[in-house]
């Protein structure tokens, strides 16, 4: 059991030091955007929500300016549009446009409309911009119905959190518009604004608590949260309100029933104006880009569908058990290593495993809970590379004890040999030297010694060559990450030094050996066209009688990849019926010699391994081509011999 331990833990540090590492690079704010981009990704795949009713938004288009001949819209439009709304009845309406000082003409009216509706709700920039100004409300307005309209955008510049309340430069608590309208709204129906239960720093209505933003909330790290601050759960759908314009409201069409007894929100709805929000989470013509009054009734929104229809507000888990979560999310990948040994299922288990936080932050987001997920995804691909490395590493370690066996069963068959049919042929030749018999006997006994030996020398060079690979060598005395051309033209070399009989005879050697492309190549495959060559030589040496030119190329002819040996010898003639070809076809040297033998199968064998052809052919006017030729390019299939 400790020995079982041991390896865990020491197959497992690397993963855990991965998992430490992410959860202090998350610490240190590494993913703060990535997740804030992936909340938004999550927010903008919601299935859409019907239009929220409650609210109602007037928006002053470009075409009202050019209608009015002025911008800012003059103080007397104002008037007249805020009378014709209170004709209708609405609950509150929440003037989105600043009016600190006068717009003629108009002035007058407009205050008098002002301080005679107790339902109007004017804005004020209460938060010092980076000039330190802020904009003074409506004089007309008393306090209470006054509410801030600052927001505070990310280091992106998109709105994710909703300012409700917060302190101004003179030290007095100031409400924001969108409280003071949900408070109005609420209100009519018995529902108070009062402090928080679980913090009583925050807001709440009735026993929905507005949960204040941290400065560690979600994927925030080091966030601004003064003041007090929540999560902006924006409506999804491409109609979240309904939207009126001016010339609608000045020519009655309307049905009164949009407005009785509903929110109104009077805004900006012109880019001219200038009088925008950004959100990552809301989709529309411009990306990213929506006008100001229409931030405003999402967040006014969220609190009343909140409170009235049960609608989530975002909730983020405790730190403690964010943590938690990324690491049983590592805990997970890192286990996948352990259980799956097939490189396949590891692959399909990595994928199911990386899809499944996405799915399931999505899910958690419909119910409104945010959870981290690009650090979980980073642990999950980097462990699961990782995994992937060690499968591969473990495969090649089996494939290695594997060619060990064949070494050792290669061994055992060569001593096999070597100990005993040869050892009793040798007996039978002396023995039939010092007694007379036939000649035909004789020359069997021979011709089975010099097989027997070349089954023999067979294995024992291929007993020599594993022996010598898995020693950092080969039986060429060469490495196999050395250049193709360069092991091919060793072996070449080292060949022609065999004591074979018709390499004897060779006048003219034409050789050539240009790099080749062995990118896609295993040890294996290097390994077996090294033998390849050898055995092609040898043969040569072997069976082409009185050869005297050998041509050898390993090039690269259009997308294929050559080895080519030829000889001029000649050997003996094979009949009809060994070739299944007529006589006439044997004379005219036109037939091609049917393979056979061991040498043949492995060649054969290699060939299928690289996706190419081997080939034996009479070599024009007299000997033999063999031919090894393969792709260039690397099939889909390629790694899996």
């Keep these: 059991m400790k020995v079982k331990n041991a390896i865990w833990w020491r197959g497992s540090r690397p993963g855990l030091i991965l998992i430490v590492a992410t959860i202090a690079a998350r610490l240190m704010g590494a993913f703060q955007f990535l997740e804030l981009v992936a909340l938004d990704r999550l927010m903008r795949l919601r299935p859409p929500e019907p239009t929220d009713e409650r609210i109602v938004i007037v928006g002053l288009t470009e075409e009202d300016i050019d209608r009015a001949k002025a911008y800012p819209i003059p103080d007397r439009d104002l008037a007249n549009l805020l009378k014709r709304l209170q004709a209708y009845q609405p ?163 309307v049905n009164p029933d949009w407005i009785r007894g509903k929110i109104v929100l009077i805004g900006m709805m ?67 290593g352990q259980l799956l040994r097939s490189p396949l299922k590891l692959l399909c288990g990595l994928g199911v495993v990386t899809i499944s936080p996405i799915a399931i932050g999505y899910g958690l987001i419909l119910w409104g809970w945010w959870v981290p997920i690009v650090p979980v995804l980073v642990i999950l691909v980097l462990n699961g590379t990782g995994s992937i490395a060690t499968l591969f590493y473990r495969y090649q370690q ?105 390499l004897q005879t060779l006048r003219c050697k034409i050789v050539q050996f240009d790099p080749l492309n062995a990118e896609n190549l295993r040890l294996e495959h290097k390994r077996g066209l090294c033998r390849f060559l050898e055995e092609a030589i040898r043969n040569v040496g072997k069976h082409a009688i009185e050869a005297t030119r050998l041509t050898v190329i390993c090039t690269q002819e259009g997308d294929r990849l050559v080895i080519r040996v030829a000889d001029n010898g000649y050997a003996e003639t094979p009949t009809a019926a060994e070739t299944n070809c007529n006589s006439e076809a044997i004379a005219d040297g036109n037939v091609q010699i049917p393979p056979s033998g061991l040498g043949t199968q492995l060649a054969n064998n290699l060939a299928k391994q690289l996706g190419g052809t081997f080939r034996r052919y009479p070599n024009h006017p007299r000997g ?18």
């Design 270 to 336: 012109s880019f001219s104006a200038k009088d925008l929000a950004s959100s990552g989470a809301i989709a529309g013509i411009n990306p990213g880009r929506i006008y100001g009054v229409e931030m405003q009734a999402h967040a006014t929104s969220q609190i009343l569908s909140a409170v009235l229809d049960g609608r989530p507000l975002l909730q983020v888990l405790g730190e403690g058990w964010e943590t938690l979560w990324i690491v049983a999310w590592g805990l997970l990948g890192m286990s996948l």
């Design 624 to 641: 033999m081509v063999c031919e090894l030729t393969w792709s260039v390019k690397r099939r889909w299939w390629f790694g899996f011999f």
């Design 91 to 253: 609950i509150a309406i929440g003037l989105d446009i600043t009016r600190n000082i006068p717009v003629e003409p108009g002035h007058a009216e407009l205050t008098a409309v002002l301080r005679s509706s107790k339902n109007i709700i004017g804005v004020e920039i209460a938060l010092p911009d980076r000039n330190g100004f802020t904009v003074a409300p409506p004089p007309a307005l008393p306090p209470e119905q006054v509410g801030f309209a600052d927001t505070i955008p990310d280091a992106d510049g998109y709105q994710r959190r909703s300012l409700l309340g917060a302190s101004n430069p003179q030290h007095e608590y100031r409400f924001s518009l969108t409280i003071r309208l949900a408070e109005r709204y609420l209100a009519a129906r018995g529902i108070k604004l009062g402090n928080g239960i679980r913090d009583r720093d925050a807001m709440r209505f009735g026993s929905v608590e507005l949960t204040r933003v941290q400065p560690n909330s979600g994927g925030y790290v080091a966030a601004d949260a003064g003041g007090n601050q929540i999560l902006l759960n924006v409506r999804s759908g491409p109609q979240p309100f309904r939207v009126l314009s001016l010339s609608q409201i000045k020519s009655g069409q």
């Design 398 to 502: 089996e494939l290695q004890l594997r060619l060990e066996e064949r070494q050792f069963a290669i061994e055992q068959i060569f001593n096999a040999i070597h100990s005993g049919p040869l050892q009793t042929l040798v007996g039978m030749l002396r023995s039939a030297g010092e007694q007379e018999l036939p000649p035909s006997y004789l020359s069997d006994l021979q011709r089975l010694n010099r097989e027997l030996r070349e089954v023999y020398g067979s294995i024992q060079r291929e007993a020599s060559l594993n022996e010598q690979n898995f020693c950092g060598g080969s039986s060429i005395e060469l490495g196999l990450q050395s250049p193709l051309h360069e092991l091919l033209y060793k072996v070449y070399d080292d060949t022609l030094q065999h004591d074979l009989p018709y």
